[in-house]
Structures are given as structure tokens and as C-alpha cells.
């Protein structure tokens, strides 16, 4: 049987989406690279750093941005090797070196107080952060990782078998497309042409290429040096800070009964699970997803920044 063709649409760039009004992006010296930095809000509101996953990049929080922009100022890193960022040409991406920048960044902007939210590999950073600097925070919150989540597990070999297979580039946006739609078949079209336009760009051979470092971020995540690996559960069992586990009902990333076993191992830990949600919980549902971060956000108050 013959395939269709795929429609005019499917062979179309992807359309940036739009910058939210207000929204800026600087660029910083760390640790020998230049990092891209976004921020949505007034400067003399309370700050929430924001750190994407794996394969994410800044852009992806300008939904929740849209929601919390008002009162909070939020500020979202490309982290090294994704978005605008540099490529490590080491490819030094374990949680030491992202920890480090981040650790850096947060000097830079002066922030003595303030939120960090954390996804997925973003996540691991903001556990380690949060149990080395819990002066500085003044609450954490985790989207859909916990403890041996990225080392055991579906979601883990999930990942590890993405990893190995990532295609060096497309012949078309349309045969993008195709990747992304059987790669997270649960997000929505808008999910995808996001990741569309923030992690691929079209090169002038015509060929579709990743704007992010596949190949060293990949060859990290498949052969790590195993003294870099971070065992998460002596660092969740030490933190200090008032913590929200936000985990996807669906995902095969952060397994219900170790979120529970965190809870019971250290009181300043609570959790919420999303109905309908992924391990891509904030794409998913981006309301109720909101709509938790925004109340957790508003029972503790920033006391100083």
C-alpha cells in the first residue's frame, strides 16, 4: 500500500514561538563557556531558577513563565551544549559541571533567596544544589525524577535506547517531525513544534541538524565515568528545604513508590502526582502543573533576595 505524502504543513520550518512580552536573553562567561540566559518578570520580584532536562532548553518554562510572570521573576538557563548555549568541547556534561555553573550564575545575578525548580536531569542538579546551598533557598521543587531514575528502570533504558539511536540529522523537517511525534507520542502538536524550532535548525545544505550537542551529551549519558554518576538517595535523605515532588501518573521515568519511600525518609518532602501527565509533566498539563508550582511557590515566602 502506498504511504501518503506528507502535507505541505509536515514540510514546513516550524514557527518560533512567540517571545512572551518582556522576555530578555543574556549571555555569561561560565567556566569557559557562554551560557544563554532567559528571564520573564520584574527584577525586584521573587526569584525562581529554573533548569531544563536532558534534551530540553530554555524556552520550554515560557509556559509557566506566561502564568507566574507576574509575580515572580523567573530565570531559565540553557545549559551547556543546548539552546543558545556553547558546546562543551570536552563534553564535560555531568551534574558536577552543570552544579558549578549554576552555582556561578546564581552569584552573578546577586540571588541570596530563591526558588529552584528543577526537570528531569535538571532535577539531579537541583537535588545536589539544594542539600550543598540550603541557605540559599527557600524551596524546591522537582519535576518527575528521583532517586536511580536515571541509572535503573524503563524510563531509564528508555532514554539510554534514545540515546543510542538519536539520528545524526534529517533530510527534511517532515522526517523530523516524524521522529519527534514516535519519540514523545503523548505531547501535543504544539509540544512538538517547539521542540522542533528550539532544538533543531535547517542547515544550508538543507539538511535539518541539532542546535543542541546530541552526539556529546549522548556519548556522556551512555559511557559515563561512574565516580561522576551522583547517588541521589544520601542527598535526599540530608535536604533541609521545604521540597514538592511533581511526578507524571504516566511516566516510566519517577516510579510512585519511591517518590512515597522520599517522603517517608525525610519529613520536608511531599509529592503530587498529575493525572494524564508523562515524565514531561509541564508539557502534558501545563495548567495543573502551574497551578501546583504557583501555590507551592506562595506557602513560602521569599524573606530576603
Known sequence: MTQPLASQTDEQPPRAEALLSGEQLHFFE?????????????????????????????????GLARTLSPSYRLIAIDQRGRGDSDWDPQRNYYTDRYLADLEFIVDRLGLDRFFLIGHSMG??????????????????IIED????????????????????SIPEDFASW?????????SRP???????????????????????????????ISQTRLNSDPSRVVDLWP???RLQVPTLV????LSDFCPAETVAKMCRRNGNIRS??????????????????????????????????
Open 123 to 140: 532535577g539531579t542538579t537541583s537535588y545536589v544544589y539544594a542539600d550543598k546551598h540550603p541557605e540559599r533557598l527557600e524551596a524546591l
Open 30 to 62: 561560565v567556566n569557559g563557556l557562554r551560557l544563554a540566559v532567559r528571564q520573564w518578570g520584574a527584577e525586584t520580584s521573587p526569584a525562581v531558577v529554573l533548569l531544563h532536562g536532558l534534551r530540553g532548553y530554555s524556552g520550554t518554562w515560557r
Open 186 to 216: 503523548m505531547l501535543k502538536h504544539e509540544a512538538i513544534e517547539q521542540r522542533l524550532a528550539e532544538s533543531l535548525r535547517e542547515e544550508t545544505t538543507g539538511r535539518i541538524a541539532w542546535r543542541y550537542d546530541a552526539a556529546g
Open 272 to 305: 503530587v502526582t498529575m493525572t494524564g501527565a508523562s515524565h514531561y509533566v509541564h508539557d502534558d498539563a501545563p495548567g495543573p502543573f502551574a497551578d501546583q508550582v504557583g501555590r507551592f511557590l506562595a506557602a513560602h515566602s521569599i524573606r530576603s533576595n
Open 145 to 164: 525524577i528521583a532517586p536511580g531514575s536515571s541509572v535503573q528502570g524503563e524510563g531509564a533504558s528508555r532514554i539510554r535506547a534514545e540515546m543510542a
Open 174 to 182: 517532515s522526517e523530523a517531525r516524524a521522529y519527534w511525534r514516535k
Open 235 to 237: 542527598v535526599v535523605e
Open 246 to 249: 511533581i511526578r507524571g501518573a
